[in-house]
């Protein structure tokens, strides 16, 4: 079902419209944060409503949104080059820059993710690099260096108990999974290395990833095979809930076209999908 946006897939910037959502969260009350790309704005749509309301916006498009445990909302301003937390208004790096500098740059900020000492994990779209920045936002380390692991790495999945991080490895066509303290060597976990394809062992394009805290499941937003795939943790193989399994897009309530994002309720009941080309936010049961 349609939880935000237009059913019919007509864009518009009203309080009941979208137009290019990439990213989405919900928060511990149920409350959907969405990216508005085109609009420029980040929309909050209470538990059970279709009405939003605009609670970030600049001249500068988000594409990935995070809340912490003390409700901060992070928002990813991609054309901005930088991070800006809400209420403080906060801005990461302090200066923009549209360098492929790891340590002052954020060029195409995209995926983020906060763990629970406050540090900040942000995906470099363009510059195909992952860093890390401390909680005092003074300084980063890399914890992806450059194309040979990524490229273009889009959206994050935290996973801190495991001390791990997924990654929409993008044009690689595969989800990574990298261990934050460097036991093991990074993974694909979902994909074929860059191969492309619409089988079910297969990937196209992935921009977004979460995981069940429960069994370690993997959903993935198959971007360019406008479908979401349920990876079972160990699998080879992902099955189709969401869209149509031979890869091909639409706009009825079953279909997507181009999904950028994926998040999993509390309860693991339901995916929510933001599905960019038909300006709507979609929920379909994860079963």
Known sequence: MTVA??????????????????????????????????????????????????????????????????????????????????????????????TCTWSISLNDAYGIA???????????????????????????????????????????????????IYVADTLHHRILKIFLNNSLPAQTVAGINGVSGKTADKLNGPAGVCVSRNDGTIYIADTLNHRIQKWPMGASTGITIAGNSNGTSGSSMYALNGPYAVFLDSTETFVYVADYYNNRVQRFPVS
């Open 114 to 164: 906060i763990d629970s000492s406050g540090n900040m994990y942000v995906s470099s779209s363009s510059c195909s690099f992952i860093t890390v920045w401390n909680v005092n936002r003074t300084s980063a380390t890399r914890l992806v260096a450059d194309s040979s692991l990524v490229s273009q790495p889009r959206h994050l999945y935290l996973d801190e108990d495991n001390m791990v």
């Open 5 to 98: 946006g237009s059913a019919n897939g007509v864009a518009g910037n009203g309080n009941q419209t979208l137009n290019g959502p990439l990213d989405v969260f919900l928060n511990d009350n149920g409350t959907l944060f969405v990216a508005d790309w085109n609009n420029n704005r980040v929309q909050a749509f209470p538990a059970g409503s279709q009405i939003g309301t605009t609670v970030s916006s600049l001249t500068s498009h988000p594409q990935g949104l995070f809340i912490d445990s003390f409700s901060n909302l992070y928002v990813t301003w991609g054309t901005k080059y930088q991070v800006i937390s809400q209420p403080s208004g906060i801005s990461v790096p302090p200066i923009a820059s549209s």
